[in-house]
């Protein structure tokens, strides 16, 4: 028997859009409803495989039950804003997957579903109704199933004819006689007063329908008589209005009903443009690969000896530029084996497939050492970073690298974080690509990543992001190449000391907290602590999560005066995650080969241009208590008689505050050196200087970090310890003295509302589609990203800056000094001690004369044998 799938596409895209959480693309469409719908749509295909298959949307909201009952669905809310542009966009997929789209003016989808139905029994068809809207019980039959959703969109329950009678007492041709009795709140159907869902069950098992309810009023109770003496004409309306239609005016042709393959090339864009990025890798295992091999008139070829690689090399002279990658298949570039070079150049694409053989694969790579270390030769590539690593590691120079994918389409669009080629390549050729898994697909790769190029330096130029790419991006990925090489040398002597005194403290804890509690229980267990504390102990439940109660920080927080085991349970948790994190996670991180932690500097993660640091995170290590600072104190210089150096920016994004704002009073403030919490304490307390407190200068120092931060008096107050509506005075009283700076504020939100961005004071870029949210919650949060990104993104740009500057200072004066970290705004440095006095003026010099700002940039220098025990620099 053929089967026919059919959906009720408004009922599903409301389920999609409530079932998951408000999700945006990149440009601003909303897009939680589209992908809800699509998934679920996907699914139902997978698992039913119909011969037919069409969706039914409602076309409008006024249809032919209007006529008789003005008030229908009068009370439902209108459709989100957020929802209503996503129903065009979900029409759109479905006619990119040719399945059909049924809609009727003055009809609902439920009446559409019903004629497709009844349509199909009289062929034959079995069917399967689809929907959140329990009106589609009336529809089912031996022939026709209806699944209707129960939670979100993934949990659905099938029905039979004997399932509705099992679950309701009725049987699906009384579905509307059941709601013209009882009526029905979400439509607005007014039914009968005073007849509720068990009484409306039990007249139906009695008499069946409403009218025979009012034919056999002699056989009711006078109570229930009256009521349908005088609501009966209403309870036979709202039947009515329950009832789906019959005769709808619409031709059904099964032909056009018939399930077609997609239009793969439609669905690609659609999705694309959605970002869709899991229902496109699926689309890949459905289709061929637009570039399963190379197109059609493209060379390929495989190269495993060395006089094929010889004549290789001379048509990559002569040519003159080609496009590169090292297949490392997800490994890192600081342990990833040389084994296949993809290379591109015209139409052409090779891979280098390097033999096993040590001494064979050395004398094939000093071949390519001409041309990848040749200045001369232009390059591009994916991750320049990366093939710098790889080539290092492997004897190799590179040089002459003029393109990079993955950093140009970062600066196009910071929220792509790590962006793959594969991504790229759908982003900019509209080409979904599948690499081979074999030597060809690093020759397909480096071939995407020259044509994907040609379109990302053209978008550079256009939005004038070319001199960023080329005077600080790329240019730094090769000082972060050698930082990540050189890597750092730890005291493991020291952390294993650390260990053991840890885990003694940790037993000691723990044996603490089990004679608090009376008894043992699994510490790491919320579920087991918040027995303990809230079933045992009786103390008050602060908070619940979908599995029981809340044992968070800030919940042991607030009930740590009332009891010792939460004070305790912080302290064992943050000493769990020192040790694991760091004392351990530290030294299993460590290089056997070069005896070093080698993180890894990322350029496009952030949103904001600022570097990060992962395996090992070396940027999130605390400082502000004792173990925190012990952990810093085993990072060590790697030779013997050498020392560290850290040189610290002094308050840089409030000195980019000053002069992106061009408040007068911030700017004489920093010229004339004050201490500049000091200061705002004293203007807006209205206190002389030699006044302010500690208190006051710690509340100043809280309100200058959070104005760049769009700090709220909810934030202010907790984070400062006053009222909520001190902390409003705080920040209006400081608004009035800084005049500057709330009008740069304003601008800056009012201007980024206009063009869609904001931008450092190098022309980075941030796109804020949240700012036209309708949501409140989520426009405060765009305006508050206004504010800060040009800020920080700016602070992160001058830092990149000073590297490049310091680097090339190193290189010419021949200073044996290295370049180990970038940690916010600090540089860590390891240099021999002969060479402190001329390194301390050129880090100085370096970092505060690099960008000239309208405030003086100031810079604290401190050495030590260690990152931890250091002492200031004149």
Known sequence: MKKLVILDGNSLAHRAFYALPLLRTTTGYFTNAVYGFTTMLQKIIRQEQPDYLAVAFDAGRITFRHEEYADYKAHRKATPDELRPQFPLIKKVLAAMRIPVLELESYEGDDLISEVVRAAEKKGIQVLIVSGDRDMLQLVTEQTKALITRKGISDLECFTPEGVNE???????????????????????????????????????????????????????????????????????????????????????????????????????????????????????????????????????????????????????????????????GISPHSAAVSVLGVAWGDSCVAIAFPEDAKQQGEMLALLDEVLAGPDYVKFCHDAKAELIMCRRHGLDLKGIKGDTMLGAYLLNSSLSNPEIEDLSLKYLDQVVNFAQDETGAAQRALMIKKVWAVLIEALQRDDLADLFYKLELPLSVVLAEMEIQGVKLDLTRL????????????????????????????????????????????????????????????????????????????????????????????????????????????TITATGRLSSTEPNLQNIPVRDELGREIRSAFIPSEPGWILMAADYSQIELRVLAHMSRDSRLIADFQHGEDIHTRTAATIFGVAQEDVTADLRRRAKGINFGIIYGITDYGLARDVGVSREEAARYIENYFLQYPGVKRFIEETIREAREKGYVQTLLKRRRYLPDLLSSNRNVRAFGERTAMNTPIQGSAADIIKMAMLRIHKDLQEKSLKTRLLLQVHDELIFELPAEELEPLASLVRSGMENVIELAVPLKVGIETGPNWNDMEGVE
């Open 496 to 603: 294993e000391e650390m260990s053991r005194r840890l885990s003694k403290q940790l037993l000691t804890l723990t044996a603490d907290i089990y004679a608090l509690a009376g008894e043992g229980f699994n510490i790491n267990s919320p579920r087991q602590l918040g027995q303990i504390l809230f079933e045992k102990l009786k103390l008050p439940v602060i908070k619940r999560t979908k599995t029981g109660y809340s044992t968070d920080a800030e919940v042991l927080e607030k009930l740590a005066p009332l009891h010792e085991i939460p004070s305790k349970m912080l302290e064992y948790r943050q000493l769990t995650k020192l040790k694991s994190t760091y004392v351990d996670g530290l030294q299993s991180l460590v290089n056997t080969r070069t005896g070093k932690v080698h993180t890894t500097f990322n350029q």
């Open 167 to 329: 679950k309701y007492g009725i049987t699906p041709s009384q579905v509307a006689d059941y709601k013209g009795l009882k009526g029905d709140q979400s439509d607005n159907i007014p039914g009968v007063p005073g007849i509720g869902a068990k009484t409306a069950v039990k007249l139906l098992q009695q008499f069946h329908s409403v009218e025979e309810c009012l034919a056999n009023l002699d056989q009711l109770t006078p109570k229930m008589a009256a009521l349908l003496r005088e609501y009966g004409d209403q309870a036979l309306m709202s039947k009515r209005l329950a009832t789906l239609a019959q005769d709808v005016p619409v031709r059904i042709d099964f032909a056009d009903l018939k399930m077609e393959q997609p239009d793969y090339e439609a669905l690609i864009n659609i999705f694309q443009q959605l970002e869709f990025k899991l229902l496109l890798k699926n689309i890949q295992e459905e289709i061929p690969s637009d570039i399963a091999a190379p197109d059609e008139g493209e060379d390929f070829c495989l190269i495993k000896t060395k006089p094929e690689l010889v004549d290789l090399i001379e048509e990559l002279k002569e040519t003159g530029e080609f496009a590169f990658c090292f297949e490392r298949n």
